[in-house]
């Protein structure tokens, strides 16, 4: 999938007011000094990178879901400028209040952390996922480089219990610290892509990565889902679905699961640690990571959907959104976005 790009509908009206200020932008705009392209790039730009947690998504049939997939966008606890009540009070909602900005994402289902030029099996190529690499790729080539980069990804490749030997399975601590290394090995050389890219740019980049979603948490909700499916069937009708695309997700993987997006966490933690370490006082660059996602409570049935039991609900979208937000303002105070 390629990059979704929103600009607000309603910008010039906000960015015509005397107190914007983006209003000398606009008044050369009026006296056709720039383009209406140039007055967009303008506007602080805001990229997602990241896989199924970031986007509207939900499993049913084969051919509805490939078709859900190449069609959508939004509707996700980041992008999500739909103003009716029942929406999702998301990130790009939050921001619209002080500030017109262009919401750009990149995420895609079924994304994976890769290494780079890694072959990509027939599913995610059918569903014209982009992978990490991929995905910073787009990001890289992009006319206007963001101020603002958020990054959620990793979820995917947590799944150990895949193509795994049954003496693992039974012993699996090797494997997961193995994992565990490869997921930071393959992470690091991207995001050092996305920070020199930066560090070239003549505006401040704040770049945020958060952790993986809290699984402890979420597997409550998801025992809860299956409980009540259980009673009626009529409910969550796809849950079972789940397993054929993430094995680890079976109740007897589950809690090594955990302990592995743990091991992925602490790993992010300690690769962003190092980067900074190199980074030049008075840098342009902001790179911090956020435990942000991986606090929010996910415990309950109803924030997961109601025909997967798997991906986000709407009332789950905004617990993210809540949850990614009240993360974001170091990094909003850091590009001025306040």
């Not at 506007?43 to 997602?48: E, F, I, R, S, T």
């Not at 080539?141 to 219990?161: E, K, M, Q, T, Y």
């Not at 415990?299 to 039991?309: K, M, N, P, V, Y």
Request: aromatic residues 10%; positive net charge; charged residues 25%.
């Amino acid at each position: 999938m390629g990059c979704v790009c929103i600009v607000p509908a309603n910008f010039l009206e906000r960015i015509a007011e005397p107190s914007s200020r983006f209003h000398p932008d606009y008044a050369a705009y009026r006296r056709g000094e720039i383009t209406r392209g140039a007055l967009i790039a303008r506007l602080p730009h805001v990229g997602m990178l990241g896989d199924s947690v970031c986007m509207g998504i939900y499993i049913s049939s084969v051919f509805s879901t490939f078709w859900r997939t190449r069609r959508c966008s939004g509707r996700n606890w980041f992008l999500d400028m739909d103003q009716s009540p029942d929406a999702i009070q998301s990130v790009s909602k939050r921001l619209e209040e002080f500030t017109p900005f262009v919401a750009m994402e990149y995420a895609g289902v079924g994304a994976l952390v890769d290494h780079e030029g890694e072959w990509q099996n027939v599913f995610r190529r059918v569903l014209g996922t982009r992978n990490f690499s991929g995905q910073v790729s787009q990001l890289l080539a992009a006319r206007r480089f963001p101020d603002l980069i958020l990054i959620s990804i990793g979820h995917n490749n947590v799944d150990w219990a895949w193509r795994c030997p049954p003496g693992e399975l039974a012993q699996p601590d090797a494997r997961l610290q193995r994992q565990a290394q490869e997921f930071r090995q393959n992470f690091a050389p991207q995001l050092r892509r996305v920070v020199d890219f930066a560090r070239s740019q003549h505006h401040r980049v704040a770049v945020v990565v958060y952790g993986l979603v809290n699984f402890a948490a979420y597997f409550q909700g998801r025992a809860e889902a299956e409980r009540r499916r259980e009673q009626d069937r009529r409910l969550y009708p796809y849950l079972e679905t789940t397993y054929r695309y993430l094995r680890s997700f079976h109740p007897a993987y589950r809690q090594n699961l955990v302990r592995l997006a743990r091991m992925v966490n602490d790993e992010l933690r300690a690769l962003i640690h190092a980067v900074n370490r190199d980074r030049d006082e008075g840098s342009n660059v902001q790179l911090r990571y956020s435990d942000a996602l991986a606090d929010a409570d996910l415990s309950r049935a109803e924030l997961l959907h109601a025909i997967d039991g798997w991906h986000a609900s709407v009332e789950g979208h905004n617990v993210l959104a809540e949850a990614a937000f009240e993360g974001l303002k170091p990094a909003l105070e850091f590009v001025g976005m306040k």
